[in-house]
């Protein structure tokens, strides 16, 4: 079965810095676009950023996080990461990874494979 498992979440003050990981199983990890969502309290989930199957390739950042946040893959590895800087008291969510996106890569019901979350608290 397909497993994305997040990792790298945690309490950092403003300003600071994370990253994130997705270990990926069960699929043909260098065949999908991998995509970061985030979901706070009270809020629907919406869309971080995305990158297509090649290391080095094409990404897209929403306006929220883009300058600050950075995605990135290693295919021998199955994982995808997203490095977080400059980190705001805004960013607070928890963050998922996701896979093999059918639609639109900005929407969550294109994809179809989901990890569980890890928690990011930025404080104030």
């Known amino acids: 079965q397909v497993q994305l498992v997040e990792s790298g979440g945690g309490l950092v003050q403003t300003g600071g810095s994370l990253r994130l990981s997705c270990a990926a199983s069960?699929?043909?990890?260098?065949?999908?676009?991998m995509g970061w969502f985030r979901q706070a309290p009270g809020k629907e989930r919406e869309f971080v950023t995305v990158?297509?199957?090649?290391?080095?390739?094409?990404?897209f950042y929403a306006d929220s996080v883009k300058g600050r946040f950075t995605i990135s893959r290693d295919n021998a590895k199955s994982t995808v990461y997203l490095q977080m800087d400059s980190l705001k008291p805004e960013d607070t969510a928890v963050y998922y990874c996701?896979?093999?996106?059918?639609?639109?890569?900005?929407?969550?019901?294109?994809?179809?494979?989901w990890g569980q979350g890890t928690q990011v608290t930025v404080s104030s």
């Open positions: 069960g699929l043909t990890f260098s065949r999908y676009p």
């Open positions: 996701a896979a093999d996106p059918s639609g639109s890569w900005r929407d969550a019901d294109a994809y179809n494979y």
């Open positions: 990158m297509n199957s090649n290391e080095g390739g094409g990404t």
